[in-house]
């Protein structure tokens, strides 16, 4: 068996190519962009050899997003890390997903094109994997909640569940995030921190669920900052500059963010 390991590497080292390619081409010039000639042209390859590792540029594209999901789920595995209650916790798992977003708008991008039609042309177990990230992720929603409910910091009533839960939590979320990708925030909703303002909406949700303590009980403002300095520290200086606590997004990252939304209007 010993002679089939280089052979196993020189292959994920090629479809580690055939998917970085694909990508760079994806967030650059867009979907319809993105054909199976053009990926094999950069890659220096022959169109079949793509097809012997991908059936459709569908299929690459959910590959990515399942790349990008996990890398999100790491992110998110250390807000559960965090040193508080049940509802600082998925505060902090929810500043992971923010600081992802922030970091990664190309991967942020792909997980949200996933969501759609692509699924239907993608083959049965590629699509399996990307379902169990998107698992995964629920998953570490459901641990704080179901603690939640263990410690009584929230009580279901009213045939509330905790998968209906998970759906408003999810859909806020990703929902929110891409709008913002959109640019909505500014054109039609002129929202000059849409981050902060999704933070606040969730905050009156879970008090609507009467998760304890409620928005005017604590002060979740530090609760948020303080997972910033001692969970995401290098993450957040990235994004907010050397003082996460401060919760302002730091210029030389607007900069980037701003050639980013240029290039995608372009498109």
Not at 15 to 40: H, K, P, Q, V
Not at 149 to 174: H, P, Y
Not at 214 to 231: C, I, M, N, P, Q
């Amino acid at each position: 068996m010993a002679f089939s390991s280089p052979r196993l590497r020189k292959l994920k080292e090629r479809d580690d190519t055939i998917l970085d390619t694909a990508r760079t081409i994806f967030l650059e010039d867009g979907y319809y962009s993105l054909t199976m000639e053009r990926i094999a042209a950069r890659c220096g390859l022959s169109k079949g050899t793509i097809y012997h590792y991908f059936s459709c540029k569908e299929e690459i594209i959910i590959a990515l997003a399942d790349k990008a999901f996990r890398k999100r789920t790491d992110l998110m595995r250390r807000g559960t890390l965090f040193a508080g209650g049940t509802r600082e916790r998925i505060l902090a798992v929810g500043e992971a997903v923010v600081l992802f977003v922030l970091l990664n708008p190309g991967d942020s991008r792909i997980i949200h094109a996933a969501m759609g039609t692509l699924r239907e042309k993608t083959p049965p177990l590629r699509l399996q994997s990307l379902v169990q990230a998107e698992r995964e992720q629920l998953d570490i929603l459901r641990g704080v909640i179901d603690e939640a409910i263990a410690r009584q910091d929230v009580v279901l009533s009213n045939g509330t569940t905790v998968d209906e839960m998970l759906l408003g939590t999810w859909g806020l979320v990703d929902g929110a995030h891409l709008l913002i990708e959109g640019g909505a925030h500014g054109t039609s909703l002129h929202i000059d921190d849409p981050f902060e303002r999704v933070w606040r909406f969730w905050n009156f949700a879970a008090d609507g669920y009467g998760w304890k303590p409620l928005f005017t009980e604590w002060d979740y403002t530090a609760s948020l900052l303080r997972a910033r300095e001692e969970v995401f520290a290098e993450e957040a200086r990235a994004i907010y500059g050397e003082s996460p606590g401060s919760g302002k997004v730091s210029e030389a990252w607007l900069q980037v963010t701003r050639r980013s939304l240029l290039d995608e209007k372009s498109l």
